[in-house]
């Protein structure tokens, strides 16, 4: 097993990707802090982890305050005595458009994404340096973080943040041997079991069916437990040498995402004036304009559900 002798705290654990993150780094044998808001949900994740023969411990905590953070690299260095892989995964949505966004709805959306991944790397990356324990931080993004999507200005926001900040921790920790990388996962759960360009993926999963092969394969849109082992694998001593990168996985298709770099660069002589642009402007930039937002390919006929009734 590849995480024996390894401790894992995984945030917002107790169903969906992060159970299956959690339940796949126990199978490797790291023993796992299990972390959801209510004690029903993440008491069952760590009852799964145990009836597979693994070493689990529930923390009921909302992740966002330092608090949180700090309650759970306890209980991994209580519990199991140290702490060598976070994967921060709590997360939370509230779509609508710009114009009817509420500053709660951001604030929260921010708060639990964006700040909780601050909070809990900060106090692990401490806990890793002080230690001299050469860690793994993986954090989750979204392809909505990496392109935009309609209705999300707050998901879009945190995402997208996550993995600046990912850039920046893996410069910041390579001194001290912890890598940090960004997994961009997509998957059949309760976040997009309303989405009804998925209801036939997500209703063969739900029968226990496996998802046809154009969600697997062309939209790598698969099951929780189609991304874990991508995220098992960053933390183990075979990806010590990948850090700062963003990785997407879903269903049969793993994909690296391109740092952003610049498309085009173009000089003029005592610097761009608003003239100088609206002369040029068009040739230089105009016909590299970039495209914003996910393209999905029309559903095959067979695969269309009728949308719900409202
Ligand atoms: N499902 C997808 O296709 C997809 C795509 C891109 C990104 N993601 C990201 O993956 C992560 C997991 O999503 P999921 O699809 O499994 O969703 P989910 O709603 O099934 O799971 C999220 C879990 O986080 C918990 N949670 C919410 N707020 C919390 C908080 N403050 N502290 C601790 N736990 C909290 C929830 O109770 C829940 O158990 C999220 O960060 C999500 O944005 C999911």
């Given at each position: 097993m590849s995480l024996e002798g390894k401790v894992a705290i995984v945030t917002g654990s107790g169903r969906g990707l992060g159970l299956a993150y959690a339940q796949e780094l126990a199978r490797q044998g790291a023993a796992v802090v299990v972390n959801d808001v209510d004690a029903a949900t993440a008491d069952a994740g760590v009852a799964t982890i145990e009836a597979a023969g693994g070493k689990a411990v529930a923390v009921v905590a909302p992740v966002g305050s330092t608090e949180t953070a700090k309650k759970l690299v306890a209980a991994a260095v209580e519990?199991?005595?140290?702490?060598?892989?976070?994967?921060?995964?709590?997360?939370?949505?509230?779509d609508t458009v710009l114009w009817k966004m509420s500053d709660e709805d951001f604030d929260l959306v921010i708060n639990v994404h964006l700040r909780g991944t601050f909070t809990c790397v900060r106090e692990a990356a401490t806990y890793m340096r002080e230690?001299?324990?050469?860690?793994?931080?993986?954090?989750?993004?979204?392809?909505?973080?990496?392109?935009?999507?309609?209705?999300?200005?707050?998901?879009?926001?945190?995402?997208?943040?996550?993995?600046?900040m990912v850039r920046t921790w893996a410069l910041e920790l390579k001194k001290a041997g912890i890598t940090a990388n960004a997994v961009i996962p997509v998957a059949a759960t309760a976040m997009t079991a309303t989405v009804p360009y998925f209801a036939a993926a997500v209703e063969a999963d739900a029968a226990g069916d496996p998802m046809p092969a154009f969600f697997r394969h062309d939209l790598g849109f698969g099951t929780s437990g189609d991304v874990a082992g991508l995220v098992a694998y960053l933390a183990s001593d075979a990806a010590a040498g990948v850090t700062g990168q963003a990785i997407g996985i879903g269903g049969d298709r793993l994909q690296l995402w391109a740092h952003p770099e610049p498309v085009v660069t173009a000089y003029h002589d005592e610097g761009w004036s608003y003239e100088a642009l609206e002369a040029d402007f068009p040739t230089v930039i105009g016909g590299e304009l970039q495209p914003v937002g996910e393209k999905f390919p029309p559903l095959p006929e067979e695969l269309v559900r009728p949308a719900p009734s409202a």
């Open positions: 519990n199991f005595g140290r702490l060598d892989i976070l994967v921060t995964n709590a997360g939370v949505l509230r230690n001299s324990i050469a860690g793994r931080i993986i954090c989750i993004g979204s392809p909505t973080g990496q392109r935009g999507n309609f209705g999300q200005t707050n998901y879009a926001a945190a995402k997208a943040g996550i993995v600046g």
